[in-house]
């Protein structure tokens, strides 16, 4: 692209509590992890980072949403208008993973056009997942979300994870910026359009999205 859009990118991390969203943003923005991390008690938090990309400063500002049911009437409000959005689960709790669907859905509701990844966290626990990866990878393909693993606890895909969706994110900022209500396109990263996420020449396609997942263990 030829220069970075203005304002800062707008990125919400959803998913249901105790998953790790909160852990996974303070090892990204702090570089710091707490074992004694507190769920997120309001229906959002917020932090700001800069984070050097294609020869420049980006600003990002992270949207973290409280996972309790309490608040699902207010996610909404916080996601909308957002630039790209992390969707994260705890690799050691099938229940938890199923219940990606759903903030799918709330997605659909809103309607936002930004790019998403779906994240497996805690996998310095791999000993005791869940949730096998192929079932995950086979999820998010089916919706045409980006998928991936991170540890919040080790650091491990914390860093790389954030950067792709961003990475995404600027992809689609810059023409949805220039043309505002029209549809974003630029390359082929992965944009949500309804249920699930629809590439550029896709939106004939469309279909509900599926739910998710397998109730097998690890092994």
């Known amino acids: 692209m030829s220069g ?3 304002g800062p990118l707008k990125i919400v991390v959803l998913g249901e509590g105790r998953a790790g969203k909160t852990s996974l943003l ?3 923005v702090h570089g710091r992890f707490d074992e004694n991390e ?3 008690r309001q229906a959002q938090a917020y932090m700001d980072k800069s984070l050097a990309m294609r020869g420049a400063q980006v600003q990002l500002a992270l949207w973290d949403t409280a996972g309790q049911e309490r608040y699902h ?4 409000i916080y996601y909308r208008d957002a630039d790209g959005a992390l969707l994260v689960y705890d690799i050691t709790d099938s229940e938890r993973f199923r219940r990606v669907a759903k903030w799918v859905e709330e997605l659909r509701a809103m309607g936002p056009k930004c790019p998403v990844a779906i994240v497996g966290n805690k996998a310095d626990l791999n000993g005791q997942a869940q949730v096998l990866i192929q079932d995950a990878e086979a ?3 089916s919706i045409r979300a980006r998928h991936g693993v991170a540890s919040a606890k080790s650091g491990a ?3 790389e994870n954030f950067e792709q969706l961003v990475g995404e994110a600027l992809d689609w900022r810059g023409p949805r910026q220039a043309a505002r209500g029209g549809p974003a396109r ?3 990263a992965p944009v949500v359009e309804g249920s699930f996420l629809l590439r550029p020449g896709e939106e004939d ?3 509900p999205a599926k739910r998710c997942c397998s109730n097998r263990g690890a092994g």
Do not use: I, N
């Open 186 to 188: 630029r390359g082929g």
């Open 205 to 207: 396609e469309a279909r």
């Open 26 to 28: 303070r090892r990204f």
């Open 38 to 40: 507190e769920s997120t």
């Open 157 to 159: 895909g914390v860093q």
């Open 73 to 76: 009437s207010l996610a909404p």
């Open 4 to 6: 970075l859009p203005t």
């Open 139 to 141: 999820y998010a393909l």
